[in-house]
Structure formats: C-alpha cells, structure tokens
C-alpha cells in the first residue's frame, strides 16, 4: 500500500504563500500520475492541478492557473504545489493524490488510486 504524506498547510493572509509537500512511500513514484485536490467546508472534493509521469506536463484547475504550481522531485518522490496570490476562497483541506495507471492525468477524483490524508490551507482576508 503506497502512503503519501502532505505537509505545509498553515494559516495565511490573503495575497500571500504556501508551499504544500507530498511525500510518496513509493520506489514506482517516477511513474505515476500526481494530483492535488481540495475540499472546501461544505463542498464537495475539486480538482486543483495534476502533473503526468513521463514529461512533468502540468494541467490546472481555471481557479488556480497563474498562480499555483505543481512540480515534482522524483529523487525524493515528493510532489509540491507552490501557491501564491492566496485568496480566502482557496480555503480548503489540501489533498494529494497518486494515479498508477500510466496515464495522461485526470481531473477526476475517481481515476487516482492512493490519497493524502489532507493538509489544512486557511487564507484570512
């Protein structure tokens, strides 16, 4: 059972940053499908940003893109998502995900095996 661990979440002001971390318990972290979702209080669980195995394309939600980034270290099998420009409405629990299926990426939930346990992003006005 492969374990992704996320780390980095805090409390923030708006316009400022955070960087999340994912670690992967993975030797196969190279070929897989990365993704970080969030879930807002009474919400339900959305896509954010996803980057493939093979050449690190990068795909992102129209809320986010411009100001977050999702990158990959397969050496430390982390992934990371550099978010700047925080607003109050990207509030939200941050979750990691991992696809094994060589795919392309996905911005659906449902196509990722493993998950995160979540991280807590909170962005004051």
């Known amino acids: 059972q492969v374990q992704l661990v996320e780390s980095g979440g805090g409390l923030v002001q708006a316009g400022g940053s955070l960087r999340l971390s994912c670690a992967a318990s993975?030797?196969?972290?190279?070929?897989?499908?990365m993704a970080w979702f969030r879930q807002a209080p009474g919400k339900e669980r959305e896509f954010v940003a996803t980057?493939?195995?093979?050449?690190?394309?990068?795909y992102y939600a129209d809320s986010v893109k411009g100001r977050f980034t999702i990158s990959r270290d397969n050496a430390k099998n982390t992934v990371y998502l550099q978010m700047n420009r925080l607003q109050p409405e990207d509030t939200a629990v941050y979750y990691c995900?991992?696809?094994?299926?060589w795919g392309g990426g996905s911005v659906k939930s449902d196509d990722y095996d493993y998950w995160g346990q979540g991280t807590q992003v909170t962005v004051s006005s």
């Open positions: 995900a991992a696809d094994r299926s």
């Open positions: 980057i493939t195995w093979n050449h690190g394309n990068t």
């Open positions: 993975t030797r196969a972290f190279s070929t897989y499908v």
